[in-house]
């Protein structure tokens, strides 16, 4: 009997919780879905150590990229990509993926982030719309389209327990409650916005009514999300990792949420990822430095602060690659889970020792694109780097021609 993806399902009652099996290659509708991973490292990294002289296929490696030399067709390295309208030093790490004008401006009032967008537009397909995750606490980079940040999970271990352990039964009946009760207020406050309409202005009413949609999304992920806690969770042959509290272990922090990613994405937990990789506050435990993340980027072109840096951002970039082995290594439909996953890695920082939000750096690997290029953009004039959000929206499977401060799609 052919195996049929959809009644395979059906008949096992666990949806998109397994990973993609092999055996779904018979069908035609079973092509392995699309996901986007986006991680940003809100210091920046050195330009001169980066970038090469030369444009194309044939760019010449520098001492960064000689880092990732293994995956060289596996990436594409962007330069002259920006939001326009930025500025005020790093309040650019909140717009980094919603291109929201002047965030140094007061009254400021962000706007939905790319990794939201996606995941509105996907819908409960997975057990999470979206996954955000912090190196270092519960700010995030992710904003709802009321420009509300969506809080980070900094806690790989709590990560992994939401993801892959089932948890008992009344504590599954206890957050069952909790959804219940969560849908008991959002009727009581439809019942009395329904009565307070009747007596006010058509723009009122207008705003109002902004209100309602916004109700009944909040029902139907309310709804959704309590259909999945019927759902069993994904076993995965890793054991749950064990958080790192020393701010001081930078890197393995960021190893520790690197590593959740390839998991996440081959169990279908989640196809929409985002990861900020923050200033820990801390001297990090690197050989050879001896000052905080934030104190380093402001080298102020001290050639030992940028020996330092260097360093730092050296084990940050290993990361980058350690994510993209991982993805390679896993098999998926004949190809691999890189080929099916687009890992973005930049900064909201083209310079961090002045704080300029111009020429970011940003690599983009995997999605079955062709790679190992170097791509050079206008560095006077740059490029919406919104316009490779939209291109990355589309390939995911969205509707959408613009985002944002696009100006279009971005292609290479």
Known sequence: MKTNRRTFLRATGVTLALPWLESFAFAKAAAPPKRAVFICTALGLHSPYLYPRTTGAGYETTQYLSLLKEHRTDYTLFSGLSHPDQGGEHETERTFLTAARNPQQDGFRNSISIDQFAAEKLGYVTRFPSISLSSNGTSSQSFTGGGVMVPAEASPSRMFAKMFLQGKPHEI??????????????DELMAQAKLLRKNTTIADREKLDEYF????????????ARAWMDRPKPKVATDQPQDIFDKTDMIGRIRLLINLVPLIVQTDSSRVISVVIQDHLAIPQVAGVESEHHNLSHHGRDPKK???????????LKQYGNLVSQLKAKKEAGGSLLDNTMALFGSNLGNANAHDPRNLPIFLAGGDFKHGRYVAHNRQNNTPLSNLFVTMLQHMGIDADQFATSSGSLSW
């Not at 949609?213 to 959704?224: A, F, H, I």
């Not at 940028?306 to 940050?316: A, H, P, R």
């Open 213 to 224: 949609e916004s109700v009944r999304k909040t029902e139907r992920d309310l709804r959704e």
């Open 173 to 186: 009946a206890r957050q069952k409650q909790k959804l219940a009760d969560g849908r008991s207020v959002l």
């Open 306 to 316: 940028i020996s330092q840096l260097k360093k730092i951002e050296t084990e940050i």
